[in-house]
Structure formats: C-alpha cells, structure tokens
C-alpha cells in the first residue's frame, strides 16, 4: 500500500513537471524552430545572452573562488553570518535584487556617484546585464565551489606545506585540481542560472534590444505580440538548459565516478 502511494505521489510529481515541458516542446515543429533561429529577433537575443551569461559566469567564478576556499577551509567568527548572507540572492525575488542593485549602483546610488565620476554608468546597459545575471548566479558557484574544497583531504595539503609548496601553488597544484569536478559543476549551474535571469535584469537594465534584451527578456516582449515566436524561444532556451544539466550529469568526471562506483565489490 505505501509503495503504491509512493508511486502515485512520484508520477504525480513528474506528471506536474513533464506536462509543461511536453506540452511546450509539441507547440513547434522542428522545421518550424529552426527557422525561426533566422529571425533578427531571436539571434540577437541569443547572442546577447551567450555573450553576457559567460561573462556574468567568468566574473563569477574569480570573484567567487576566494569566498569559497575561505569559507571551506577557515573557521572564524561570523561565517554562518557570511555564508547566509551570499545565499541570499538564491531566495530573493529577482526583482527585489533588481531594485537592490539599482539603489546600489543606480546613478543616485551609493556606488553610483563614485561610478559615475569615472565615467562608469551600469543602469541600462549590457555591463548592467552582466552585473545582474552575476548577482543572482553567485551563490550557486560559491555553494558548489566551498563543497568541492570541503571534500579535498587535508593531508594533501599538508604534504604539499612538508615539501615547502608556496600557498598559491598548492592551491592551484593540489586544491584546485582536486576540487575540479565541484568548480565545473558550479560554473555550469551559474551560467545556467545567469543564462534563464529575468527579474533582476529587466529592473536593472532594461529591456532594450540589441543592449540589455537577453532570452527571457525577448520572451516576455515577444508574449505580448508574437506568441509564436515566445513559444519557439522558450523552447531555445529549454533545449539550452537541458543540454547544461546533461553535460553536468555526463561529465568525463561523473562518469569515471560512476564507473568506479560500480567496479567497488558489493556485500
């Protein structure tokens, strides 16, 4: 009896999931997507979201990989405080991030003057959509990144200090390589995340073809006019995600993983 109702409760749960997706993916043909790739609209939002989520990722990923090491390997007073604080964008709706930035980095902002004064203006520009996108996909490569450090066995960097190793070096010698796996998945879940921004980015920047109109953005224009052509690039980008989550499921390391686990003697 509870088996059957596990069984229920899953495929109702897949059913919730599934459905949307199936019924989204059987709206366009595949000749139909495909030649709306062609359109003017569309490739200039792909372009834009490839161009400005890599970025968003790239700044992520140096900025985040010190915060991640320091949050793995170092106790000190505060850092539940820290780690709550840079999960925050992961639970905040995206449009209060967007005001947030604004106020932050808006030309009446508290970094904004400053900004200004150098000639620096985010508000409404492509600069802006990388900063919103980094905004909200931070915490998912600092969250992968401080586990992949966590799991790295100290003794190697003990070694690593016995022979001399200058703190740098071990770390991209020994820790890094150690915690790839980690580092990759987190870069990937953040461009995926940076990738599918809307929010934020729509507050912050604006919704300008060309400049700051990214994927989500053009869906949302194109659902007032052009539903057709909101359906084929809501299909674009679910085909792009999938491909991201299945490259992070099928990754030479998950795989060598998953072979080793089933090569170990069971019983």
């Known amino acids: 009896m509870l088996r059957v109702a596990g069984v229920a409760l899953g495929g ?7 459905l949307p997706i199936l019924s989204l993916v059987l709206r366009v043909p595949p000749g139909t997507l495909l030649a709306r790739l062609g ?13 400005t989520s890599l970025a968003s ?6 900025l985040g990989l010190p915060v991640a090491f320091l949050l793995a390997t170092s106790e000190f007073r505060g850092k539940r405080v820290l780690e709550a604080f840079i999960d925050l964008p992961m639970v905040l709706p995206p449009t209060v991030a967007g005001v947030a930035l604004l106020t932050a980095f808006g030309r009446a902002g508290l970094a904004g ?11 409404f520009t492509t600069l802006g959509v990388v900063v919103a996108q980094s905004f909200v996909a ?11 450090f966590a799991e790295v066995d100290r003794k190697y960097l003990d070694a690593a200090a016995t022979l001399r190793a200058p703190p740098g070096y071990a770390f991209l010698s020994v820790m890094a390589p150690l ?9 990937a879940m953040s461009w ?5 921004e809307f929010g934020a980015t729509i507050t912050f920047a604006g919704n300008m073809p060309g400049i700051t109109q990214t994927m989500p953005l053009a869906v949302y224009l194109a659902l007032q006019t052009d539903l057709e052509a909101a359906i084929a690039l809501s299909v674009l980008l679910l085909v792009v995600s999938l491909a991201v989550l299945l490259s992070i499921r099928l990754s030479p390391w998950r795989l060598a993983a998953l072979a080793a686990r089933a090569r170990r003697p069971t019983g």
Not at 12 to 18: D, E, R, Y
Not at 113 to 123: E, K, N
């Open 12 to 18: 109702g749960l897949i059913l919730l999931l599934g």
């Open 39 to 51: 359109e003017p609209l569309i490739l200039q939002a792909l372009r834009l979201s490839l161009l």
């Open 57 to 62: 990722t790239v700044m992520v990923v140096l």
């Open 113 to 123: 003057r400053a900004l200004g004064a150098v000639g620096i203006s985010l508000p």
């Open 138 to 148: 931070a915490p998912f490569f600092v969250a992968a990144a401080r586990a992949g």
């Open 179 to 187: 915690a790839a796996p980690a580092l990759l998945a987190g870069a």
């Open 192 to 196: 995926a995340r940076a990738l599918g």
